[in-house]
């Protein structure tokens, strides 16, 4: 299995993983993804495995000296294989090759799966933010240094 850049052509199966990553409330639209896709602006990280199927993705934006991980989705029946943790590397690689200093996150409290994976790669919580994700449904941000 090779990460690469996703491509629009992905979209589909972008959409699959999407649902079966997050609460409706909380999924990105079709055309986020679409522009998220085509944006010059980002780095979207794609892992397909052995017959062309989407198995994780993750998208990156950068700001100066700091690059935001945006998303980060893994196929459900491929969870725990390191395939997470693979493409945050790989975006961290390439925040480090831009010359970011570090990268910034938002997770859920009791997403205690990514937050196991940020913690392994050296996330630390950096503050809390209220109501992110909906009322009474806070983000904790975390940050590396890379």
């Known amino acids: 299995m ?3 850049h996703a491509r629009a052509s992905d979209l589909d199966q972008v959409m699959a ?3 079966s990553g ?3 409330a909380q999924r990105w639209s079709r055309a986020a993804w679409g522009e998220e896709l085509t944006n010059q602006a980002r780095l979207v990280l794609a892992r397909h495995d052995l017959r062309e199927a989407l198995i994780g993705i993750a998208s990156f934006s950068a700001a100066g000296d700091v690059v935001d991980l945006l998303r980060v989705i893994v196929h459900p029946d491929e969870r725990g294989r390191g395939i997470g943790s693979s493409l945050i590397r790989t975006g961290m690689d ?3 090759a831009i010359g970011a200093h570090r990268m ?3 997770v859920r409290p009791d997403n205690k799966r990514a937050l196991t994976v940020y913690s392994k790669l050296g996330f630390e919580q950096l503050s809390r933010r209220r109501d992110y994700y909906g009322p009474g449904v ?3 941000v975390m940050a590396v240094k890379l």
């Open 138 to 140: 806070d983000a904790m």
């Open 17 to 19: 993983l999407e649902k």
């Open 22 to 24: 997050f609460p409706k």
């Open 94 to 96: 390439w925040a480090k």
């Open 104 to 106: 910034l996150l938002e």
């Open 2 to 4: 090779i990460i690469a």
